[in-house]
């Protein structure tokens, strides 16, 4: 890993730890992970030489993370799909109800609770369309490319030309994802339950928290490593 000429999501994809050393610093290794350190910390007026430190620190040698760059293509789609994509499934209604049920007991005196669940709500309705988008067009493809590598079988030619005209659309939507919820941590001071929260507030915050965490996985599994190699698979198969 060079930190001063690699790109953050490439660094992310080596060693996953240093996710925490970005997100600490608010650096979006997933949606924008095609920048260098130094692109992202003038953005933010940032000091680059701190987080060089950072990441030049950490312990060398087996971190015990799982190797996802290793992985085939459809293993890794596979893992996306019934991980990631079941966490939201399973989560997002428990989440809708709680917030719910905060807007009608706390709203009175803390009215951004409103715009919070409006937001997730948004939230929830974009990504369950663009994950079923994945699991019926995208990612099956991606599983016939890798089929169609390993036994030399002619790739049938999709109705959306290049698979990177449906990568574009999945990492527009994660775009829209990571800014719904750059709103939704601002509005919650970063998760930060106000004094007179009850039970249901404080587990309904870290719940978001915890949802916008999964996210960033996701969305970094797929834009900086999935569909870069679903895009050099297909040349390598058309060449």
């Known amino acids: 890993m060079n930190v001063r000429t690699d790109l953050i999501g490439d660094m992310v994809a080596e060693d996953f730890r240093a996710a925490a050393i970005f997100k600490k610093h608010n650096i979006d290794f997933c949606c924008k992970g095609g920048r260098t350190i130094e692109e992202a910390c003038e953005k933010k007026n940032l000091d680059k030489e701190t987080i060089y430190t950072e990441l030049e620190n950490l312990p060398q040698g087996n971190t015990g993370a799982i190797d996802f760059t290793s992985w085939p293509l459809d293993l890794l789609a596979d893992y996306v799909e019934k991980t990631h994509h079941r966490y939201v499934e399973e989560k997002t209604p428990i989440l809708q109800q709680f917030l719910d049920k905060l807007c009608k007991v706390h709203g009175g005196r803390h009215p951004e609770l409103f715009d919070i669940r409006t937001l997730f709500d948004e939230s929830a ?63 919650t001071q970063s998760y930060n339950p106000p004094a007179d929260a009850c039970n249901t507030y404080k587990v309904t915050f870290a719940m978001l928290e915890e949802y916008e965490n999964d996210l960033h996985t996701h969305i970094h599994l797929e834009n900086n490593i999935l569909f870069p190699k679903a895009v050099s698979l297909e040349k390598v198969i058309n060449a």
């Open 125 to 187: 309705k974009e990504m369950a369309a663009h994950m079923k988008k994945e699991e019926l067009i995208l990612f099956p493809f991606i599983r016939n490319m890798v089929k169609a590598q390993k036994t030399g079988e002619a790739l049938k030619q999709p109705h959306f030309g290049s698979v990177e005209n449906p990568v574009n659309m999945m990492m527009h939507d994660h775009t829209e994802q990571g800014e719904i919820f750059a709103k939704i941590a601002e509005l």
